[in-house]
């Protein structure tokens, strides 16, 4: 899938695809069902579910290699003679399947401020859940200083 796309909310279409990937699965499937009105005669070119490598890099050694398999749904669907494509970690079909739908109306262009305005919604959450994440881990570190 190599095609350019415009931006979408200040986003490139990587990091809207990774906000997208992240996004809250019920709030992702309640705002692609109407857009599937907006986008006509859609093809199901792939739904499935499997498992992929998990790549990690060892910091000290600077190794690369596989922590484990990670269960992940994904979905490509065309319209219009363009590809939208979800995928998202576990079983979720449904969700693949609404991630596939925006990224096809982004795609194509169609509700561009809808589209925005949700992407745009989701990363701000998903900033706020990182940084509560992060607090609470620092909150458990020790400074090997004070023993």
């Known amino acids: 899938m ?3 796309i415009g931006e979408l909310a200040g986003r490139t279409h990587e990091d809207v695809l990774s906000v997208l990937a992240r996004a809250d699965a019920t709030r992702l499937k309640a705002f692609a069902e109407p857009l599937i009105t907006d986008l006509g005669d859609i ?13 990690m890099r060892d910091t000290a050694q600077g190794v690369h290699f596989h922590l484990g398999e990670v269960l992940m749904s994904e979905a490509r669907i065309s319209a ?8 998202r970690r576990g079983r979720d079909l449904e969700a693949a399947m609404a991630m596939a ?3 096809l109306c982004v795609a194509l262009g169609l509700r561009h401020d809808d589209c925005a305005a949700f992407v745009e919604a ?5 900033t706020a859940e990182d940084e509560a994440t992060l607090k ?3 909150a458990t570190r020790v400074d090997m200083e004070t023993f």
């Open 2 to 4: 190599n095609r350019q």
């Open 43 to 55: 093809e199901v070119r792939e739904n499935r579910t499997g498992l992929v490598m998990l790549p």
């Open 80 to 87: 219009a003679g363009i590809e939208g494509y979800g995928m």
């Open 101 to 103: 739908l925006v990224d």
């Open 122 to 126: 989701e990363a701000q959450s998903q």
């Open 136 to 138: 609470r881990v620092e």
